[in-house]
């Protein structure tokens, strides 16, 4: 297994701030489209459907919300389950977080703030915290500090997910770049990604440096992995 490469000087070109909108809405489209056909939505709402259940009324968080899909993708299934939720999504991104506005219009549930996720919220404010596909962008201690973050506000649920680092990955994310999502800034992204991605056991030792107990993990399809804290296990 070769080693995770992050460059903390090098931010992947969609966190940088001279990224244009033009180039900006392109790259949020192609991840909207990797998250739908390739994993992330599948995993995340194999937890959701756990958590959320008719007739709840939930506060959500979405850290590193992108363009607000997973938030939409959530009220959606709220709403066919009749179940209450309010979700705060959280971007340092300002262009990123007015095309989250513009796309969450319909989702009165959603409430998009231009944060700094490492200093965003109040202790204990949320049933359940999500972060997906972020982790990876953050240096070793950063990530550590996103984990205990997720942890502090949240008093019920926590899930984050991310791309797992390994050859699956790293074969499967030039050919999606090559045949598919071919705009370069996704095209060059996604490849950065695949080399900062960490392993699951890095994963997990991450969470354990951060304070998480009695936590889950797990291996999920297309280079997909997470861990997860539960009622009472925090």
């Keep these: 297994m070769s080693e995770r490469q992050f460059e903390p000087d090098e931010p992947e070109l969609m966190d940088r701030p001279e990224a244009t909108p033009a180039e900006l809405e392109r790259a949020l489209t192609s991840l909207r489209g990797l998250n739908r056909w390739f994993g992330s939505y599948r995993l995340i709402m194999r937890f959701v459907r756990r958590w959320v259940r008719a007739g709840d009324r939930v506060r959500i968080a979405d850290l590193a919300t992108g363009s607000a899909d997973i938030p939409r993708l959530v009220v959606d299934y709220a709403r066919r389950v009749g179940a209450e939720v309010q979700i705060d999504a959280v971007d340092f991104q300002p262009t ?15 409430t998009v703030r231009a944060e700094d996720v490492l200093k965003f919220g109040n202790a204990g404010a949320y049933d359940i915290v999500l972060c997906s596909l972020a982790l990876h962008h953050f240096s070793e201690s950063d990530a550590i500090r996103v984990l205990q973050r997720c942890r502090e506000l ?24 090559a045949l598919i999502f071919r705009d370069p800034m996704t095209r060059s992204d996604a490849r950065v990604s695949a080399q900062r991605a960490f392993t699951l056991a890095e994963l997990r030792g991450l969470a354990s440096r951060a304070g998480w107990q009695n936590f889950g993990s797990g291996k999920f399809a297309l280079a997909r992995h997470a861990v997860w804290l539960e009622c009472g296990a925090a």
């Design 96 to 110: 990123t977080v007015a095309m989250a506005r513009q796309l969450s219009a319909a989702y009165p549930e959603i």
């Design 154 to 177: 949240s008093r019920r649920f926590v899930l984050v997910s991310d791309l797992r680092r390994g050859l699956l990955a790293s074969v499967g994310v030039h050919l999606l770049t």
